[in-house]
């Protein structure tokens, strides 16, 4: 996914192309962040997006998550989503654990992700169970990102038979 954000607190814009389906597809959002509010040892974010893809159209994506800082280092962190779209089955639900590692003052950084993904029309199911390793690597200070991350996908279409995958990406943050 490439794209251009702007980092204005706490609305920010973004637009872009990313690649579905072997295809280009444009696309633009806007999102309201609150952050930081402590809890404890934890600290949680909410997060409020209204979006437009040129082959989805319009939709929403309302996130809660949870981090906790073990060093500075390394953190864990706890993703509830959930996503309303022209394409979407009801609403899309997502639960992820996310443990991130700074290799390199965050020129270097590694996260072990476990996912789980989940409908509600035309009844409650799950879709798919996901695990990957993102490496990402800063290309150029302090804006540009590559991502490269081995994957091994469960999806119920398929009885929940493991499928490999690799994905690959840049992340451009302005």
Do not use: N, W
């Given at each position: 996914m490439?794209?251009?954000?702007?980092?204005a607190l706490p609305i920010s814009l973004g637009t872009g192309i990313t690649i579905r389906d072997r295809k280009a597809v444009v696309y633009s959002r806007?999102?309201?962040?609150?952050?930081?509010i402590k809890i404890k040892s934890w600290r949680a974010n909410f997060r409020q997006s209204v979006f437009w893809y040129s082959d989805d159209g319009y939709g929403e994506l309302t996130q809660v998550d949870f981090d906790y800082s073990f060093t500075k280092k390394m953190l864990f962190r706890t993703v509830t989503a959930g996503?309303?779209?022209?394409?979407?089955?009801?609403?899309?639900?997502?639960?992820?654990?996310?443990?991130s590692y700074d290799l390199v003052k965050w020129e270097r950084m590694i996260f072990w992700?476990?996912?789980?993904?989940?409908?509600?029309?035309?009844?409650?199911?799950?879709?798919?169970?996901?695990m990957?390793?993102?490496?990402?690597?800063?290309?150029i200070k302090p804006w540009m990102f590559f991502d490269i991350a081995p994957q091994l996908e469960f999806p119920a279409d398929d009885d929940f038979k493991g499928i490999y995958g690799l994905k690959m990406g840049i992340d451009s943050i302005f």
């Open positions: 490439t794209g251009v954000q702007t980092c806007i999102k309201l962040l609150r952050r930081s996503l309303y779209s022209k394409t979407s089955q009801g609403f899309g639900l997502e639960q992820s654990f996310i443990l992700r476990v996912s789980g993904f989940a409908h509600t029309e035309p009844f409650y199911d799950i879709d798919k169970y996901r990957d390793i993102v490496y990402r690597l800063m290309i």
